[in-house]
Structure formats: C-alpha cells, structure tokens
C-alpha cells in the first residue's frame, strides 16, 4: 500500500465567543481574515496554512476541545514586550542552545505558542 503523503492545510478551533476569538487572532496577533460568516467562522492567513475560528456548535462532527497553535515570529522578546507581559503565559527567551518561545491564550484559553524563526544563513 503506498504511504500518504499529507501537508499541514490548515488549523480549526472552536469557540463561544466568535467575535472575541476573531478580534484576538486578527487585531492582536495580526493574522490576515481571508473569509468570514457571521456567527458562524472566520478564517485567517497563517502563511503556508491557514487557521479557521469557528463558533462551538455549527457543526456536527465536533473535535476534542485539546489544540495548540504554534506561530512563528521573528523576534519572540520583541513579540512579547509587544503583546505584553502579561498576557504572557510563559517565556523562555534565545539561548546559544534554542530558539525563544512563548505561550499565551486565546480568549478561550486555546494554547498559542509563538516559536522564534530559526535565522537563516546569508
């Protein structure tokens, strides 16, 4: 049997508060809205993905409530003095051994972990 070959397409979460959740990934972390149905999803530009926000309940094939969005950004430190530093659930800057990360919420408390982008070689 030959073996599937998949690529990551996209990402859904479900939420309560569809506004709340649209104003979060649009206005704070800056991701593009590509299409929307009011009181029912809004999706975003996530780069070579996107990330759709969808009201609990429009569906009837509902996943586990379990997920983390990883973003990456160019800076983590800039991205948390940015954000603020507390909304920020967990930091852990650059070191000569990784890459920074930090976690925040969502306004339905979904994991967002931004992860800084590897530099890339000139």
């Not at 309560?16 to 299409?35: I, K, S």
Request: overall charge negative; some cysteine; glycine content about 8%.
């Amino acid at each position: 049997m030959p073996q599937l070959r998949a690529r990551l397409a996209g990402v859904e979460l479900y939420f309560d508060n569809l506004p709340a959740a649209q104003h979060f990934y649009q206005e704070t972390l800056g991701l593009r809205l590509t299409g929307a149905e009011a009181g029912h999803h809004a999706q975003f530009d996530a780069g070579s993905a996107f990330l759709c926000v969808e009201r609990k309940g429009v569906e009837d094939y509902p996943s586990q409530d379990k997920a983390v969005i990883f973003l990456e950004v160019e800076d983590v430190k800039a991205a948390v003095e940015q954000l603020g530093k507390d909304r920020v659930v967990k930091y852990a800057p650059r070191t000569a051994k990784s890459s920074g990360w930090a976690v925040l919420h969502d306004p339905e408390g979904h994991n967002v972990l931004l992860l800084e982008r590897a530099p890339t070689a000139d």
